[in-house]
T-cell receptor
């Protein structure tokens, strides 16, 4: 069964460093998402991406964050200058479309990348 | 903003028992979804219930939706040790943007 993959599974970085988290969405999916989960807190939406541009972003997704689809398979999240509070689990997700009839399409999540900023 | 909000619960049950967890939300919805997260793993979509549905089944899962009370429940029947996980409800707003609750931890004791 197709699945979303993410690398690395765990990333440790020093404050102020740039990190790139990588995701390979399911191949025939058109919409891509990043979410994050700070330890003990809710999963929060960061950004959605379609047709090589940001579709929607949350207030968390500030200028320190960027997303890119550098080729036909990868989807990346870059944090330019990491802060301690960026430590979290980052989940990539993809969906085939937005809607199925009148209902939203299911999103398929990857296993996550645990980012630790020291 | 729409938010899925589970009743903050940590359930510990014996294998074979049923587990029920609840979720409430604040605004009108198109649909509500339930996800499972095993420890340290990603989120797995379990079931989606549309706003015009009151009940939906999928295997040992039963979801109800009461739009008048803005609440939903997830029932896992005949639980198994493999059901040990955190369970989240999520509502959708914007362009398929999921808003998750804090999750319910379920521990099934063999």
């Amino acid at each position: 069964e197709p699945e979303v993959t993410q690398t690395p599974s765990h990333q440790v970085t020093q404050m102020g460093q740039e990190v790139i988290l990588r995701c390979v969405p399911i191949s025939n999916h058109l919409y891509f998402y990043w979410y994050r989960q700070i330890l003990g807190q809710k999963v929060e939406f960061l950004v959605s991406f379609y047709n090589n541009e940001i579709s929607e972003k949350s207030e968390i997704f500030d200028d320190q964050f960027s997303v890119e689809r550098p080729d036909g398979s990868n989807f990346t999240l870059k944090i330019r200058s990491t802060k301690l509070e960026d430590s979290a689990m980052y989940f990539c997700a993809s969906s085939e479309g937005l809607y199925f009839g009148t209902s939203n399409r299911e999103q398929y999540f990857g296993p996550g990348t645990r980012l630790t900023v020291t | 903003s729409q938010q899925g909000e589970e009743d903050p619960q940590a359930l510990s049950i014996q294998e074979g028992e049923n587990a029920t967890m609840n979720c409430s939300y604040k605004t009108s919805i198109n649909n509500l979804q339930w996800y499972r997260q095993n420890s340290g793993r990603g989120l797995v979509h379990l079931i989606l219930i549309r706003s015009n549905e009151r009940e939906k089944h999928s295997g040992r899962l039963r979801v109800t939706l009461d739009t008048s009370k803005k609440s939903s429940s997830l029932l896992i029947t005949a639980s198994r040790a493999a059901d040990t996980a955190s369970y989240f409800c999520a509502t959708v707003y914007g362009n398929n943007r999921l808003a998750f609750g804090k999750g319910n931890q379920v521990v099934v004791i063999p």
